[in-house]
């Protein structure tokens, strides 16, 4: 029997905690898949910012940083990895998922956009990268020292499709995320399909956008049954013979559905819509209540 390495257990212990807390958001129905990917990029900005901003980043030596990294890596298994940087360029403290933080690294990472950008700035990046064809969120935040210098620099790289395949595993309804023309995930996605699009938030990509397809409207649903109808009722009656010695006898046509009944019918299957509707209304803000207990809770 193989035994699963610890590194890999605990791997497999944070997707798994990530993926119950996502779980509980998780909607019924499209609308709210937005809500749930807005949410969880939101909540994992905002843990991100936490850490930044704790003294124990800025004036700890590498061994504590890196561990506080290590625990940040094992709660939101979608960060990739975390990096403190100098003010030379230097990476002095770093936690790569999958990989042994090094005690001592020194390597030089002052040319990257986001490091630039937050020295000369003195203020936080929000962007996006892009490495061996996967993309990458990328956060940071400057380290101030004395008269507001900037003493470095922290940053944190989201894997996106990581992430987005953690909420699109519990859900069948199709899905795209695109920024403007650039498709940035797909789910299910048929490219002939009516949709919806609608902005959404995920900090650091601009112009982002969430398609949905377009809901079967219930009056579109009852039209096989008006047809139906109208052809029933358009069958002609057969006309009877006429001899002299015999009354003229007419054939009754057949019995035609009532209107009455139609009607009842089609406020039935309304009736029901509406109930389904409701429930899922129900679950959505059960779960959304789950969710910001989730975000809101106190670390």
């Not at 933080?101 to 929000?126: C, L």
């Not at 020292?145 to 069948?172: H, Q």
């Not at 079967?216 to 039209?223: I, P």
């Amino acid at each position: 029997m193989s035994i699963m390495k610890p590194a890999k257990k605990a791997r497999a212990l944070g997707w798994l905690a990530f993926s119950l807390a996502l779980l509980a958001s998780i909607p019924a129905y499209s609308a709210s898949i937005k809500d749930t990917v807005s949410a969880s990029f939101i909540a994992l900005k905002k843990d991100f910012d936490k850490l930044a901003a704790s003294k124990s980043i800025a004036k700890s030596r590498p061994g504590p940083v890196n561990a506080l990294f290590a625990a940040a890596l094992k709660k939101n298994p979608p960060v990739s990895s975390l990096v403190k940087v100098n003010a030379k360029g230097a990476v002095i403290s770093e936690a790569v998922r999958g990989e042994r933080p090094k005690k001592k690294s020194h390597r030089k990472i002052g040319r990257e956009d986001w490091y630039v950008f937050t020295v000369k700035n003195k203020k936080a990046f929000s962007g996006t990268s892009e490495e061996n064809g996967k993309n990458y969120l990328v956060w940071a935040r400057p380290l101030f020292g004395g008269k507001k210098r900037v003493a470095g620099v922290v940053a944190e790289k989201i894997d996106l499709a990581g992430c987005l395949d953690l909420i699109s595993g519990e859900t069948t309804a199709p899905f795209l995320i695109r920024q403007e023309e650039k498709i940035l995930y797909s789910h299910n996605w048929r490219n002939d399909s009516s949709f919806l699009e609608e902005p959404i938030t995920i900090p650091g990509i601009e112009k982002v956008t969430f398609l949905t397809e377009k809901p079967v409207t219930v009056a579109r649903a009852a039209e096989p049954l008006d047809i139906s109808v109208q052809k029933v009722n358009a069958v002609p009656a057969t006309p009877a013979q006429v001899t002299p010695e015999k009354p003229v006898l007419v054939k009754k046509a057949p019995a035609k559905i009532s209107k009455k009944r139609v009607l009842e019918i089609i406020i039935l299957a309304i009736v029901i819509l509406l109930l389904i509707i409701l429930l899922f209304r129900f679950y959505i803000w059960l779960n959304h209540k789950f969710l910001m207990h989730s975000i809101n809770k106190p670390y």
